[in-house]
């Protein structure tokens, strides 16, 4: 049996890289990955870095101001950690933080639009508005159809091929075990701590004590806090992603809409990448979810998520579509990440949910800093497992 500081259970972005910055403090940690580093929605998804708050995010935006308020702070600290993060993990992830435009084609999208807008500068967020003349010029592959573009200088993409597996590499030289091939099968409160059971592919089991665990699994953090008799809501959503053909470099910035499922930005490689939240189909077994196969594409979504691309970017239409994936992750009824300790079982932390990829990387650093200090350097409160505590009031 292994004695550890802190047990981190999924090898995707935030658990890598909360494995980095644990070790890095000098914990001692051991990260299980049933399967291999970034196999899951860290490496399938298209590598957006979107700052601003996305179309998925305001669709309630008058009910939900002060959760989206802190969200926006979030984004403040995320720009600054990107502007270092090749430098901090001493690599080329192919970062681009050439600017992002989310665009309206309607008046009441341009209404949205603005009072977006006024909520992301009320928290020290860049962005300003841009009528259609100024969007074409600032963009001028941008089609007639868009009437008005808010702007922000910070956002970008990043090969998430690349992010993940150079966190694991740090937090391997920094001491942390990285184990894949490791599902973990049991998971069990002790008088001072937390005591985990593993499968290594398939030869036998293994046993780990440690005083913390996080719960980094993503769309499998459900599954894996139910071995500890928790409730985490987080519920598997299968996601659509496009390439097209690479072209001489055109499109400079990340683009959204702020009505219309779509992002869009021209990769390193010249490609354009297009998805923007387009539906696949969870695959079942025995009518349950079962994440052992990646979900099924549909035809529905590649067109319609070319369709909106093509309509406010009209190059799309020129060009060949290479390939079409599909991927899974998570999310909560209320769209915001689950960060923090379970209140009900201490010494049990989750870190999952929200936008997994742009936030990966503070989420990790927030949550080292919750772990080892009691206390985070920006507030996490509105984010807490807490809010869905009446799930863990009958915790046996």
């Known amino acids: ?115 977006k807008s006024r909520i992301e500068q ?52 920094s001491g942390a075990s990285i184990v894949t091939g490791a599902a973990v099968v049991a998971v069990q409160r002790t008088a001072d701590g937390w005591q985990l059971e593993f499968d290594r592919d398939g030869e036998g089991s293994e046993t780990v004590r440690a005083e913390a665990v996080l719960n980094a699994a993503g769309a499998g953090a459900p599954a894996v806090a139910a071995m500890a008799r928790l409730h985490v809501p987080l519920f598997p959503v299968a996601l659509t992603m496009n390439v097209t053909e690479k072209l001489a470099p055109r499109v400079g910035h990340l683009v959204q809409h702020v009505g219309r499922k779509l992002s869009l930005k021209q990769a390193h490689d010249g490609n354009l990448l297009i998805g923007g939240g387009w539906a696949a189909v969870l695959r079942q077994r025995a009518g349950r979810w079962t994440d052992g196969r990646s979900p099924e594409l549909k035809l529905e979504s590649v067109l319609g998520n070319l369709r909106a691309a093509a309509d406010v970017v009209p190059l799309v239409r020129s060009l060949r579509l290479l390939r079409s994936w599909t991927g ?56 807490s497992p807490a809010r869905f505590g009446a799930l863990n009031a009958f915790v046996g």
């Not at 959760?67 to 600290?77: D, M, N, P, Q, T």
């Not at 772990?371 to 350097?377: C, H, K, P, V």
């Open 1 to 115: 049996m292994t004695d550890i500081d802190v047990a981190i259970v999924g090898g995707g972005l935030t658990g890598c890289a909360s494995a980095y910055y644990l070790a890095q403090a000098g914990a001692r940690v051991m990260l299980l990955e049933r399967g291999q580093i970034n196999q899951g929605a860290s490496g399938q998804n298209a590598g957006s870095l979107h700052f601003q708050l996305e179309h998925r995010l305001i669709q309630n935006i008058d009910a939900d101001v002060r959760e989206l308020e802190f969200y926006v702070g979030l984004a403040r600290i995320a720009i600054g950690q990107w502007r270092r993060i090749d430098d901090e993990l001493g690599c080329d992830t192919q970062m681009s933080m050439g600017g992002g435009l989310m665009v309206a084609e309607t008046p009441d999208q341009i209404d949205l639009l603005e009072r």
């Open 122 to 173: 009320s928290q020290g967020l860049d962005v300003r508005m841009l009528d259609a003349e100024e969007a074409r010029s600032m963009a001028p592959y941008l089609s007639d159809c868009v009437r008005a573009a808010l702007y922000c200088a910070s956002e970008g993409h990043c090969n998430p091929r690349l992010l993940t597996p150079a966190y694991a590499r740090k937090a391997a030289e």
């Open 328 to 383: 899974t992750t998570a999310i909560t009824a209320d769209q915001l990440p689950v960060l923090g300790e379970i209140a009900e079982a201490p010494g049990y932390f989750v870190a999952a949910g929200g936008s997994g990829f742009t936030y990966g990387p503070t989420y990790a650093r927030l949550m080292s800093e919750r772990i080892l200090m009691g206390r985070t350097s920006y507030p996490i409160e509105p984010f």
